[in-house]
């Protein structure tokens, strides 16, 4: 304070107008609520979190009501200000949620709610996950002749344009996902179902079974049966029970089963009991008789209904028809009726139907989401234009080059569900990738015979591609054995975000958007924008065999159909940069680094087909070209990789309020180099295990019985990574250092040097303190063992449309991500 007074202008000569600008600049500084504790009448004790994030809000609302010009948004700020100064004074008064909402976002850093501010921004974007995006969806699968409460399809020139009217919610879109996440383990409203479905036809069965003597009902419980013998016969085969409809061929089924068991049973009967002396006499056998199915059955077969609204019917047909000693016992699932309900209409219609169904979909990957998963749905586009692959050259009956070029932007909306060691995250945004792709080769071969030719071909592919992405991000930060509270948290906010003006506030006026509703009814969560570009270089080589290349003549003309199968063989390299940077946010990644090195080498089979093709003609005598063969390409194939190699490193510094941290990773492809990073450090990653072990009844975990334990643990996983290695080729083995307290603490006082210096305008102090910050960084001491993670991860992406001259195209993209195993153990 001294030299707060010494410093101060002649100007002004209050102190206490200097007290309220040290507090402001304090308030943006990192640590700056540390200091200003310090010079505090309490200064002799640290700050708690509890009471650093509302002074720090108040600071901030105050500084930033000194430059609105806005009233509304001084109002705003103002409500922000008088929570966080009822938490500092610890009492009990009590706000309306909006008010709650305004202190929230504050806290991740929006200082303004007015339009075109980054606030009123991530509010649109969220309004547009959860309708635009629905309503396309359900436009997409409405018929033509829809009724008046349909939502209107776009326009015709809009759905003409396919990086236009996208959604990452498309029917086929959701069934991939459903596949994909599934073949990981993970848990979904298909499998959820299908549960229950499969544990309703066994209590069923039960019932029909002591039920087999009931006295003329034998029609029906054979009716039953032939029911449930359908729908398991469907289940064998892979059939999803929750995703079927019955349809008319289900009755013509179900009745053949039945007529099938009702002979059975018929035949069953030929022969009379034996008498005394163990004789049977042969009964005369009658005439087959028509059967049909019972009135309700028939019903069903034309009903549509689903699986399990079908087995409810006849549950609740055999209450009525059986004596009460025989009826069936009443079911108890273990899913929420309303959450049942509402996942049984989803998956009957296959695509979403309204905005809530968001959260039927996203709500079996949260409730069961463990570290590392990760499940993200992309839906779009392409647009771009070439020059096609031609022999661009004289007539050669047997040599020619080959060159292509293509320019192409494609644009994608995507949701994503993540639990990196951060936290669990949701996050909806868009993509855009600008590719520029060459393919230069050479061709060679000849005729062997009429109308058949083989040729082969040699071609280098060069790629070069960038991509843009920017996103809304729910964040709440991962503590440990409390990951139950914060899947309960993420899909509380996930449903605060899509029943926005369905839910009703505890307390005062209605939410006026998603965002307001999140932070109202989240305290804990961070909300940020993500700012993210990656740049990707690839190099391919092929070579491919055509053979044998057939043409079928029409007619006299030179136009004719070929039809060519062509395997090949691929070499490719990436290297992929990424960046990535977060705005606002309590919790956010800041400045963000990845470098990758890729490389594969497989095989594919395609089999291609010209509807309408010319042959190349010689030239003539005395003329001195010919013309080149053309032809209109079609290509059906399929790739498979036969080795993949993989190395990444990866920096991610984040801010946990105003406090320094990071993780840095290395991803492989084989479990070799994490063997070799367990080996060269292998009691600090036995001391890493015995931190998360419990402690004896003195507070100390550093016991014989600990060490051991972690010893045990760290042999189990060596075992594990080896098994992988052997069974599993596309898993990538991550092994995650975090930064030290310690260090964090230091790059904090740079970064408050730093901030100070860039408010003064002092740009050479400011560098200095970026140069000792990255020393920091370079350090090894900096680092500290955190995890050893093994990831699985799945994809499925679709590309639909046409790529010669023009290129037009629709994408799906699925990705999945599971852990295989981890260390420490969860």
């Given at each position: 304070m001294s030299k707060s007074v010494r410093t101060r202008s002649a100007t002004n000569n209050s102190i206490q107008q200097d007290t309220l600008n040290l507090c402001r600049k304090l308030a943006t500084v990192p640590r700056g609520m540390e200091m200003l504790q310090v010079l505090s009448s309490d200064g002799t004790a640290p700050i708690v979190a509890e009471r650093a994030k509302p002074l720090r809000v108040f600071w901030n609302a105050d500084e930033a009501q000194q430059k609105e010009p806005d009233g509304k948004v001084k109002a705003w700020l103002q409500t922000a200000k008088q929570v966080a100064r009822s938490k500092l004074d610890g009492d009990e008064k009590s706000f309306d949620d909006v008010d709650h909402a305004a202190f929230n976002a504050v806290r991740n850093g929006y200082f303004s709610n007015a339009p075109g501010t980054p606030y009123a921004q991530h509010d649109q974007r969220l309004k547009k996950a959860t309708m635009e995006w629905v309503m396309r969806a359900v436009a997409a699968n409405t018929p033509e002749q829809a009724t008046a409460t349909a939502p209107a399809k776009s326009s015709l020139p809009r759905r003409l344009v396919p990086t236009l009217n996208k959604t990452p919610f498309a029917k086929s879109t959701l069934d991939r996902a459903y596949s994909v996440g599934e073949s990981m383990g993970l848990q979904s409203p298909r499998k959820q179902v299908d549960q229950v479905i499969s544990a309703r036809i066994s209590m069923l069965e039960e019932t029909l079974k002591n039920a087999k003597g009931a006295p003329g009902l034998q029609l029906e419980i054979s009716a039953a049966h032939a029911m449930l013998d359908h729908l398991k016969s469907l289940e064998k085969k892979g059939t999803h029970l929750s995703q079927v409809t019955l349809k008319n061929r289900d009755g013509k089924s179900m009745q053949s089963l039945l007529k099938a068991r009702v002979q059975q049973q018929r035949l069953s009967q030929i022969w009379d009991k034996p008498d005394a002396n163990g004789k049977r006499a042969v009964n005369v056998l009658h005439k087959a008789q028509h059967i049909e199915l019972p009135p309700l059955y028939s019903e069903l077969a034309n009903s549509k209904l689903s699986v399990y609204e079908a087995i409810n019917r006849v549950d609740e047909h055999l209450r009525e028809i059986l004596p009460p000693a025989l009826q069936p016992a009443q079911s108890v699932?273990?899913?929420?009726?309303?959450?049942?309900?509402?996942?049984?209409?989803?998956?009957?219609?296959?695509?979403?139907?309204?905005?809530?169904?968001?959260?039927?979909?996203?709500?079996?990957?949260?409730?069961?989401?463990?570290?590392?998963?990760?499940?993200?749905?992309?839906?779009?586009?392409?647009?771009?234009?070439?020059?096609?692959?031609?022999?661009?050259?004289?007539?050669?009956?047997?040599?020619?080059?080959?060159?292509?070029?293509?320019?192409?932007?494609?644009?994608?909306?995507?949701?994503?569900?993540?639990?990196?060691?951060?936290?669990?995250?949701?996050?909806?945004?868009?993509?855009?990738?600008?590719?520029?792709?060459?393919?230069?080769?050479?061709?060679?071969?000849?005729?062997?015979?009429?109308?058949?030719?083989?040729?082969?071909?040699?071609?280098?592919?060069?790629?070069?591609?960038?991509?843009?992405?920017?996103?809304?991000?729910?964040?709440?930060?991962?503590?440990?054995?409390?990951?139950?509270?914060?899947?309960?948290?993420?899909?509380?906010?996930?449903?605060?975000?899509?029943?926005?003006?369905?839910?009703?506030?505890?307390?005062?006026?209605r939410y006026a958007g998603p965002l307001e509703a999140i932070l109202a009814r989240n305290p804990e969560v961070s909300v940020s924008q993500i700012d993210a570009t990656s740049s990707t270089r690839n190099v391919a080589a092929r070579m491919a065999l055509r053979v044998p290349a057939v043409r079928f003549k029409d007619g006299a003309s030179d136009a004719s159909q070929t039809l060519t199968p062509e395997p090949s063989v691929y070499v490719e390299a990436d290297r992929i940069k990424e960046t990535r940077t977060e705005t606002g946010g309590f919790i956010s990644v800041v400045g963000a680094k990845g470098d990758t090195a890729q490389q594969r080498a497989g095989v594919t089979a395609n089999l291609n087909f010209a509807p309408i093709a010319s042959s190349a003609t010689s030239a003539e005598k005395g003329a001195n070209h010919g013309v080149q063969g053309q032809g209109l390409g079609l290509q059906l194939g399929m790739s498979r990789d036969l080795a993949w190699a993989l190395e990444k490193n990866e920096i991610s510094p984040f801010l946990i309020g105003d406090k320094q941290d990071a993780d840095l990773d290395r991803h492989y492809s084989t479990p070799r180099d994490m063997q070799a990073e367990i080996t060269a450090n292998r009691d600090l990653w036995l001391m890493r295990c015995i931190e998360t072990l419990e402690p004896d009844e003195t507070g100390n975990k550093n016991t014989p019985d600990n060490r051991l334990r972690a010893a045990i643990h760290l042999d189990a996983f060596e075992a594990t990574i080896k098994r992988l290695g052997k069974d599993s080729k596309y898993c990538q083995y991550n092994v995650n250092y975090s930064m030290k307290g310690r260090a964090g603490a230091e790059i904090d006082g740079y970064r408050g040097i730093q901030a100070v210096a860039l408010q003064r305008g002092d740009v050479q102090t400011a560098e200095k303190a970026q140069q000792a910050i990255d020393d920091i960084l370079l350090t090894k001491e900096t680092w500290r063992p955190l995890m050893l993670i093994v990831r699985e991860r799945a994809r499925d992406s679709t590309v639909v449309g046409w790529r010669n001259l023009l290129r037009w195209q629709k994408l799906s993209n699925i990705d999945g991500q599971r852990t295989a195993a981890q260390f420490p153990p969860p």
């Open positions: 699932e273990e899913v929420l009726d309303q959450d049942l309900n509402a996942a049984i209409k989803l998956l009957k219609t296959r695509h979403l139907s309204e905005k809530s169904d968001i959260v039927t979909f996203f709500k079996p990957f949260i409730l069961e989401s463990r570290l590392r998963d990760r499940l993200r749905l992309g839906g779009g586009g392409t647009l771009g234009v070439g020059l096609p692959s031609l022999p661009y050259s004289l007539i050669s009956p047997i040599v020619s080059p080959i060159f292509s070029a293509e320019k192409s932007r494609s644009d994608e909306a995507f949701a994503q569900l993540f639990m990196p060691i951060l936290g669990m995250e949701m996050s909806f945004g868009k993509a855009r990738t600008e590719a520029a792709e060459v393919t230069i080769g050479v061709a060679a071969g000849s005729a062997v015979a009429e109308g058949v030719g083989i040729q082969a071909a040699l071609t280098g592919r060069f790629t070069a591609q960038e991509t843009q992405t920017s996103s809304n991000l729910m964040r709440f930060f991962r503590t440990r054995h409390k990951d139950d509270e914060m899947r309960g948290n993420m899909l509380t906010a996930l449903d605060s975000m899509v029943r926005w003006d369905i839910i009703d506030p505890q307390k005062g006026q």
